[in-house]
């Protein structure tokens, strides 16, 4: 080996150590704290066999089976309670790569199962296969934005078996695409930001910013996790690097994005179970950059929006809007749809209707929204390292305490424990040990990225 290959290979290990110290203090702090939360689960397992008998589960007068994909996430962990709560039987599913996730353990889930990844062609053979073999009834996924495609793809093999919660292709397409869901809303009546197709970079270049009241930001339209949080503001400084900026991006013909008017502002996130059009669920929250605390808040305005929208396009699935009430007339702008499920959705940890929401065909009575004795639901190592790494600041300590004695972990539930002790020392573990074994950065991006696969 040469000495620039030698001393490429030692820069590599150097790159390398620093995150390699991290992983193993990680670790090294899980074991630590993993005496305390034996003891915890041990006292709950103890308190849930004493008192759940007592506690009469609700029987449902038509049990079903049903299954629920994305079993790493906590939102999937969430519903399976939800539905077990119920009377009803939870199938969960994950991918093969994560295998190890500490929601299999839960008692909600009934029975586990892993399949390939949503792209891989044996993807809807392998679910059919399940649904068939375990009798389901509903098909819940719980997919991220790559895979929302595929699970609304795979309806056309499993609607002659069972229903499935999620909007057709046609439909995700629409409303996935953030020039194509402005369009729609717009002629709706509804409130967005101005929003203009951009299929090259000239188009923004020669395009009149000097007749705006607002500024604008430019998003690519197909999912891109690279580029999703970068907020430049159009016009840049000069024109010269309003062009170099525009022209830095992959935008065509074959990869349009959309430039939209950028709108100072309380931003708020939502998610919303729509049946035929009538939103059966429904909840909104603030948002933030790092969102991993949810908080329901009253918002009639948002909600009638997406009553409108989910009314006038007879919505089937799950959606959740990001909307922006703007600081200088004081009303709200929807900004995009993700038609996929939103971790908000554990708000719910304590309501006895989720389940009614997702199969009743017919409309509730009531949107069912988070109890008033509902507490805003958090993750307590995020909120345990935030805590750590703001000792400097007596202010915002104060309100990580605050935050953990006030809300509801996530994951940890009194009457199922094991998923809490699973996920923090054997999931995270193993998946800290694979990055030993091959090292990889710990940026905030992303951490962002690996909580939310995780949330």
């Not at 290979?9 to 992983?23: A, F, G, H, Q, Y």
């Not at 090294?28 to 305390?36: E, I, Q």
């Not at 909104?284 to 605390?293: G, I, L, P, R, T």
């Not at 998923?419 to 074994?437: A, D, K, S």
Request: proline content about 6%; glycine content about 4%.
């Amino acid at each position: 080996m040469g000495s620039a290959g030698f001393d490429r290979e030692i820069m590599m290990e150097d790159s390398r150590l620093p995150t390699r110290i991290k992983t193993t203090a990680t670790l090294l702090l899980l074991l630590l704290v993993f005496p305390l939360n034996l003891l915890l689960t041990t006292i709950a397992i103890l308190r849930a066999a004493i008192f759940t008998p007592i506690r009469s589960r609700q029987i449902a007068a038509q049990p079903q089976t049903i299954l629920i994909s994305g079993g790493k996430m906590t939102k999937a962990l969430q519903l399976a309670r939800s539905f077990h709560s119920a009377g009803h039987r939870v199938i969960l599913v994950e991918t093969h790569k994560y295998w190890l996730t500490g929601h299999r353990y839960s008692r909600s889930i009934d029975r586990f199962y892993t399949v390939p990844d949503p792209r891989a062609e044996d993807y809807e053979s392998a679910l059919l296969e399940i649904v068939i073999r375990e009798g389901v009834d509903v098909y819940v996924p719980v997919c991220s934005p790559v895979a929302s495609y595929y699970d609304a793809k795979v309806q056309t093999v499993l609607s002659p078996y069972c229903q499935v919660m999620h909007v057709d292709v046609e439909m995700l397409q629409r409303l996935d695409d953030k020039y194509e869901f402005a369009t729609d809303a717009q002629a709706l009546g509804l409130r967005v930001p101005k929003s203009f197709k951009i299929t090259h970079p000239q188009q923004v270049i020669d395009f009149d910013f000097s007749t705006e009241q607002r500024q604008y930001i430019i998003k690519s339209i197909a999912y891109d996790s690279v580029r999703r949080l970068d907020l430049t503001k159009l016009p840049c400084a000069t024109p010269a690097e309003t062009a170099t900026f525009v022209k830095s991006l992959p935008i065509s013909d074959c990869n349009p994005w959309v430039m939209q008017e950028f709108i100072p502002g309380q931003e708020y996130c939502t998610h919303s179970t729509v049946r035929n059009g009538n939103v059966q669920l429904h909840c909104c929250c603030e948002s933030s950059a790092f969102q991993v605390n949810y908080e329901h808040v009253d918002r009639s305005d948002i909600e009638e929006w997406i009553r409108t929208f989910a009314g006038s396009l007879k919505l089937t699935g799950q959606v959740s809007l990001d909307f922006m009430q703007a600081d200088d007339d004081g009303k709200v702008y929807a900004i995009e749809c993700n038609p996929r499920t939103h971790s908000a959705i554990t708000m719910f940890y304590n309501h006895p209707d989720v389940a009614a929401a997702y199969l009743n065909l017919a409309p509730l009575d009531r949107t069912v929204q988070p109890l008033p004795t509902s507490r805003p639901t958090y993750w307590l190592y995020h909120e345990i390292w935030r805590l750590v790494t703001h000792l400097s600041s007596p202010q915002l300590t104060w309100q990580r305490l605050q935050t953990i004695v006030q809300g509801k972990d996530a994951i940890f539930d009194w009457d199922d424990p094991l998923p809490f002790l699973m996920v923090h020392h054997w999931q995270i573990p193993l998946l800290l040990l694979g990055n030993l074994r091959n090292p990889k950065p710990w940026i905030r991006k992303e951490a962002k990225k690996a909580l939310a696969k995780l949330t």
